[in-house]
């Protein structure tokens, strides 16, 4: 699991009737929410006290909280719904038996892919806790197989809109591609054609 500083380990439980009760959730989300969560528990808290770690102008907390999952799919909104009503960041830990994946809200929910229990890994990278979450925020969020990675020295916003916008354009061009290949028309796959060039010239400013 996590290797994060003794001094920030809570293990505090939080009945889920809690969040089925606070959240504001369709009834579907709060059946699923019964159904398929098992548990929820605060197994961390960094912050400056407990994590040797500089106040943040905007972060002054991250709790780290495992959702013990029935099955291994959840519906995501649950999650999202949790991340938003909590004033502190959260940086979730989705278990299924030996298996887990790291998830985390900022603008919309990041999930990593699943792996064996042991495997899981999170650093805890920054001197203040702003830095400490985009940090996480980027070890979750950021694709590291893309072409070209967005620029370390870049704000997390601005990472994920250039991330975003680089999968978008590689979405249109393997359509486009496939397209090219099974067009017979030769003007009409000239036309194709350049299209690819533009998006591959727009691919290699960003």
């Known amino acids: ?3 994060f500083p003794a001094s920030s380990k809570v293990n505090r439980f939080i009945p889920k009737e809690t ?3 606070k959240l504001d959730l369709t009834l579907r989300l709060k059946d699923s929410l019964k159904n398929d969560v098992k548990k929820f528990t605060i197994i961390n808290e960094l912050s400056p006290r407990s994590a040797n ?3 943040g102008e905007t972060v002054s907390g991250i709790f780290v909280m495992e959702v013990l999952l029935k099955e291994r799919n959840i519906n995501f909104k649950i999650i999202e719904a949790v991340a938003k009503q909590n004033k502190n960041k959260i940086l979730f830990v989705l278990r299924h038996e030996s298996e887990a994946r790291l998830a985390i809200f900022h603008g919309k929910l990041y999930c990593s892919d699943w792996c064996d229990t042991n495997s899981l890994n999170c650093d805890i990278i920054g001197l203040g806790m702003d830095e400490v979450w985009e940090n996480l925020v980027s070890q979750i969020a950021i ?5 070209t990675l967005p620029a370390p020295d870049m704000c997390i916003d601005e990472r994920l809109n250039r991330q975003e916008e680089r999968l978008k354009l590689q979405k249109q061009l393997d359509r486009l591609e496939k397209q090219a290949r099974n067009e017979r028309q030769p003007k009409k796959k000239f036309e194709i054609v350049g299209r690819i060039d533009e998006i591959k010239k727009k691919l290699e400013e960003l």
Do not use: G, H, Q
């Open 1 to 3: 699991m996590l290797n």
């Open 19 to 21: 969040f089925v009760d």
């Open 53 to 55: 770690i500089e106040k």
């Open 143 to 147: 694709v590291r197989d893309t072409p």
